[in-house]
T-cell receptor
């Protein structure tokens, strides 16, 4: 069974530039999560989708961050414009709500904002 | 609000030693899940174990074992006969038990180094 796929793995941009991350969850997983992990810390949730619906986005900085999950499968997280403080690893995870609560994570995208 | 505390920032052991990682949590939920994840240098978070709040039976799985004590809000994780490949950051996490999934609240992580 293929795991969670994320791209790109690394991204370096200048501040004020836009950036987008893509995630394809494990096949059949209806719940998708985006987390941000700052250096030396545990991940923190940005947004959670159940199918196409964003059901928990209270931690998403909506002035510059946006996300979408069209058709309830893959998802894109966008930052526009990026700030220096956005440098972090962006992790995508998925789970199947009808079976078990554990979330399975992708390899992450390491973003560096210069 | 939920909170997870991992008081041990770094642990260093010699191969074949047993090592216990501590985790203390806070939650107002009556039912919840507790997890341990491993993050090796490659960066990918790997799911290790999950316990339900309504099941305090402690288990052993290979070299891994865990001690869940609801009375002290602790969920400690032990690796027996540690190996160099166990070197990683280990995260304890907590989520509400609800249908449809729930956010994970992570601790700060414990960096485990196993020396040959």
């Amino acid at each position: 069974e293929a795991g969670v796929v994320q791209s790109p793995r690394y991204k370096i941009i200048e501040k004020k530039q836009p950036v987008a991350f893509w995630c394809n969850p494990i096949s059949g997983h209806n719940t998708l999560y985006w987390y941000r992990q700052n250096l030396g810390q545990g991940p923190e949730l940005l947004i959670r989708y159940e199918n196409e619906e964003a059901v928990d986005d209270s931690q998403l900085p909506k002035d510059r961050f946006s996300a979408e999950r069209l058709k309830g499968v893959d998802s894109t997280l966008k930052i526009q414009p990026a700030e220096l403080g956005d440098s972090a690893v962006y992790l995508c995870a998925s789970s199947f709500s009808g079976r078990a609560p554990e979330q399975f994570f992708g390899p992450g995208t390491r973003l560096t904002v210069l | 609000a939920q909170k997870v505390t991992q008081a041990q920032t770094e642990i260093s052991v010699v191969e074949k030693e047993d090592v216990t990682l501590d985790c203390v949590y806070e939650t107002r939920d009556t039912t919840y899940y507790l997890f341990w994840y491993k993050q090796p240098p490659s960066g990918e978070l790997v799911f290790l174990i999950r316990r339900n709040s309504f099941d305090e039976q402690n288990e052993i799985s290979g070299r891994y074992s865990w001690n869940f004590q609801k009375s002290t809000s602790s969920f400690n994780f032990t690796i027996t006969a540690s190996q160099v490949v166990d070197s990683a950051v280990y995260f304890c996490a907590l989520s509400e038990a609800r249908v449809g999934g729930s956010r994970l609240t992570f601790g700060e992580g414990t960096q485990l180094t196993v020396n040959p």
